[in-house]
């Protein structure tokens, strides 16, 4: 952790280029904020530089070696963030409170929620929110131990089957590697229907199973809509937020 953020603020500090340095005080102010546990007022700027930007800024006299370092570094934040604190998914008071007002929720039940750093963003915004997850992966990550939210041990269906009165089911960066999205789902249909169903991820890229992403049928609504615009990507992953169509 020390030498990623070294490496990043003495390149910087080399380089003198406001647009690199205002970036790196971004990347900063992120780590500072979830290495408190706390969450993130806004979503982040994005970070990182297109090739056309690079060369612009090399075109300024930065050395192109150094230009290229400091990019993959700053791309590399998820990363870091999964790495160091077990999150993929940065959630912000905003996008936390564009949920409550325009789904008009109360109470919420995060499922595979890691880390349940969504759930502390929820409740920090008035929703009453509990947080589930299996926690095997907690067995083989030193990071399990420092969630920032208590963890309830329940896998995704039977999470929903107990706690079948919320008005909202989140999940955030469903696993690509099995279909625990698709038995969330029909977990759902059977145990809480008329709650909001919501995935947070990448559409057929790095989150969710590929079934997943064929088969759901997700809403459009101008509400959703709204809450995405809070809910910009930093990097160059295209998370958003998706809500699986009612079919009642």
């Not at 003495?10 to 900063?28: G, S």
């Not at 969504?118 to 926690?135: N, Y």
């Not at 399990?144 to 009165?165: D, E, T, W, Y």
Request: glycine residues 4%.
């Amino acid at each position: 952790m020390t030498n990623f953020l070294n490496k990043i603020n003495q390149l910087d500090a080399m380089l003198e280029q406001k647009e690199v340095h205002a970036q790196v005080q971004e990347l900063n102010k992120i780590v500072a904020t979830v290495k408190q546990r706390a969450i993130l007022p806004a979503a982040p700027r994005p970070l990182g530089f297109l090739p056309d930007e690079l060369a612009g800024l090399s075109e300024q006299g930065a050395p192109a070696d150094q230009l290229k370092i400091i990019n993959q570094l700053l791309n590399s934040l998820r990363q870091f963030l999964s790495i160091n604190y077990g999150l993929w998914s940065l959630p912000n008071k905003i996008t936390a409170t564009a949920i409550k007002q325009q789904l008009n929720v109360h109470s919420a039940l995060e499922i595979m929620a890691g880390n349940a750093c969504w759930t502390k963003a929820l409740s920090e915004a008035g929703v009453t929110t509990v947080a589930t997850d299996s926690l095997e992966w907690s067995k083989t990550s030193s990071t399990g131990s420092q969630p920032f939210s208590k963890v309830i041990q329940l896998n995704a269906p039977n999470a929903i089957k107990q706690f079948n009165r919320v008005d909202l089911i989140l999940c955030s960066w469903a696993p690509n590697f099995n279909q625990a999205d698709l038995a969330a789902v029909r977990a759902w249909e059977r145990y809480n229907p008329s709650a909001h169903l919501l995935f947070i991820g990448e559409k057929n890229g790095v989150t969710n199973s590929k079934q997943f992403w064929q088969k759901q049928n997700f809403n459009s609504t101008q509400e959703l809509k709204l809450i995405n615009q809070t809910f910009l990507s930093y990097d160059f992953i295209n998370e958003q937020i998706f809500e699986i169509e009612h079919e009642i």
